[in-house]
Structures are given as C-alpha cells and as structure tokens.
C-alpha cells in the first residue's frame, strides 16, 4: 500500500527543487483560479448552510403544525357528520 506521508514528503521536495519562476506562475495560477471561483460563487445564489438549517426548522414546525390542523378539521368534519346524522332522525 502507498503510505501518504511518503507521498507528501516526495510533493514538497519536488516543490522545493523547482525553479522560482515554476513555482511563482504556479502561485499566481493558484490564486487567480481561487479568485475566479470564488467570483463565480458570490454570483450564485447560495443560502448559507445557517440559514438552510434554519429554514428546514421552520419547514419541520410548519409540517408539524399542518399534521395538527388536518387533525382538528378531521375532527370537526366528524362532529358535523355525527350532528347531521343525529338531526336526521
């Protein structure tokens, strides 16, 4: 099996051996990949995850509540059918 150490330890000494010139152009590369990226992502539009996790809250308290009044108007519909009935006969 490859032991990632010895990976690591091989990256940087063919980091360091590189000639300045590679590794500025390997910088700017860099940072200028992270500067587009991070330029396309503000112009999306993300939710944070805290606000994502709190809209799925309200979202469980909404269903929650939705379950309550379903219940309730099953209940009345009952009572106004056992009404209905009782006025009947």
Do not use: C, W, Y
Not at 32 to 50: G, N, P, W, Y
């Amino acid at each position: 099996m490859i032991n990632p150490a010895k990976i690591e330890e091989i990256a940087k000494q063919i980091s360091s051996n590189m000639p300045q010139g590679v590794k500025n152009l390997a910088e700017t590369f860099e940072a200028r990949t992270k500067q587009a990226i991070q330029s396309k992502l503000s112009e999306m539009d993300f939710v944070s995850r805290e606000e994502f996790d709190i809209q799925s809250k309200v979202l469980i308290r909404t269903r929650e509540k939705l379950v309550e009044l379903e219940e309730k108007v099953a209940q009345l519909e009952a009572q106004l059918a056992d009404q209905h009935t009782d006025a009947q006969e």
